[in-house]
């Protein structure tokens, strides 16, 4: 998640004075909007409950009215006290912070605690309604829809909520994974547009996992949903005489061996994302990512119009980071003036450290309006290698005790950072129609999976 304060604003209190709000917002979107006084509570309390060691260093209280100047200096300091707490380990998962964020939350777009219905998506055509409350976070919701489909409570650990966007062509953009330090009916609401909507997808990647989950009737038939579904809006490959063979299988209402045949073709399980631009093999290469299978896959069209394909694996990936920067746009093209004299959009960037060969690594960058949901992907991909390292499992009622170790070595493994944007290499040595990586690095290699 890249948490960011870009804004401030001057608002009035009830008394009639004046103060300082800080726009807190979540990927580019406003998540709510809070006073000093209301973060520096919220710092308090985590530096009592976790001491001083652990908590960053917060800005200092001040006597006098501040200039803009100084205003401008707090927003900033502020911006990065909120991304050191989110990115520790500790901090960041923390019941404390993530039920100020959903208060705060719930308080900015000013939505009362009442019951509500929720329409949540399984596929384009269907979806289920659940009774909530406004106020429910992300975990109510998701056990209210695995109540109202009869989906067992330790196979509800095997899916996940996500924020979506339908495009006009009908195209679908999965905008992110929705989290515990937020609510829901008010995320998606406060979009205020009928583009935007919830939809539940399995939150999990490797495909053994899909027999825990096919065993049961409706753990099946979610799998199966949305497995037609990828193939219609196609994120896998069929060819003519697969999509026989599947048609067939659909007709005598066979769903397992449907999904088991559909286990064998390319990209079952990934999820796509929206055209964007990369600087490998060359610089300014339009590109569509996929992510799955412990991996990002590239189909890439290079300048002379030639198509290439290759995949990064996420154990050959040292290091990555998303970068975010204001760009400055006049009449919907990209300008040269600064942002104070002309609209901005935030552009993103996710780089990645990658070994090329045993003594080789490369920054590969794309840019992309998704940077932050495919750093997620990749975190969530390396932290399913460790569970299953560990000999631990995703389900829900299966508790863990090294879950926190194993996300905090996840965490030294495959590391978000959130910083300016910064010059990174880029490489024109590619040879042949493929590329890839062939070196494993920190104890996680092929022989580990």
């Known amino acids: 998640m890249h948490f960011s304060i870009p804004e401030t604003e001057v608002r009035s209190g009830e008394n009639g004075s004046t103060y300082v709000a800080f726009n807190i917002h979540v990927n580019s979107v406003l998540h709510c909007q809070v006073r000093y006084s209301q973060l520096l509570g919220l710092h308090q309390q985590i530096k009592k409950e976790y001491g001083n060691n652990v908590v960053p260093a917060f800005p200092p209280k001040k006597i006098f009215t501040l200039t803009p100047a100084e205003v401008e200096q707090r927003r900033e300091q502020l911006e990065k006290y909120m991304q050191a707490v989110r990115q520790d380990p500790m901090l960041g998962a923390s019941e404390m912070f993530n039920s100020f964020l959903r208060k705060a939350q719930q308080e900015t777009q000013q939505i009362p605690t009442e019951e509500v219905p929720l329409e949540i998506y399984l596929s384009k055509r269907q979806k289920v309604t659940v009774n909530i409350l406004t106020s429910d976070q992300t975990e109510d919701v998701l056990e209210a829809v695995a109540s109202k489909l009869d989906l067992p409570d330790d196979l509800a650990g095997y899916f996940s909520l996500f924020l979506v966007r ?73 060819n003519k005489d697969q999509h026989r063979q599947l048609k067939s299988l659909q007709e005598k209402g066979s769903k397992k061996e449907f999904i088991r045949l559909c286990q064998t073709l390319k990209y079952f399980g990934y999820i796509q994302f929206d055209p964007c631009v990369t600087d490998f093999p060359e610089k300014g290469c339009h590109a569509i990512v996929s992510a799955g299978n412990n991996e990002l896959n590239f189909q890439v069209k290079l300048p002379n119009e030639q198509m290439k394909e290759g995949s990064f694996k996420v154990t050959r990936m040292r290091c990555w980071r998303v970068t975010s920067s204001q760009v400055p746009v006049a009449n919907g093209t990209a300008s040269t003036s600064p942002c104070s004299s002309a609209k901005c959009e935030v552009k993103l960037e996710l780089a990645f450290e990658y070994l090329m060969s045993k003594d080789r690594l490369q920054w590969v960058t794309i840019t992309s309006r998704q940077a932050i949901m495919m750093s997620i992907c990749l975190q969530s991909m390396v932290d399913e290698l460790m569970v299953k ?61």
């Open 166 to 238: 339908e495009g006009v062509d009908g195209g679908l953009t999965f905008v992110r994974k929705l989290q515990d330090f937020e609510l829901p009916y008010v995320s998606v609401t406060s979009l205020r547009s009928s583009e935007f909507y919830i939809a539940l997808r399995k939150s999990y990647w490797d495909t053994a996992y899909d027999s825990d989950v096919m065993d049961n009737r409706v753990g099946l038939n979610l799998l199966y949903t949305q497995t037609v579904s990828d193939i219609e809006r196609g994120w896998i490959l069929v």
């Open 389 to 449: 390292k560990s000999g631990g499992s995703i389900k829900k009622d299966s508790p863990d005790p090294d879950r926190e170790q194993i996300v905090k070595l996840s965490t030294k493994l495959s590391s978000v950072s959130l910083r300016g944007i910064s010059a990174s290499n880029s490489a024109n040595d590619v040879s042949g129609n493929d590329f890839h990586g062939n070196y494993a690095f920190e104890g996680i290699g092929d022989d580990d999976l």
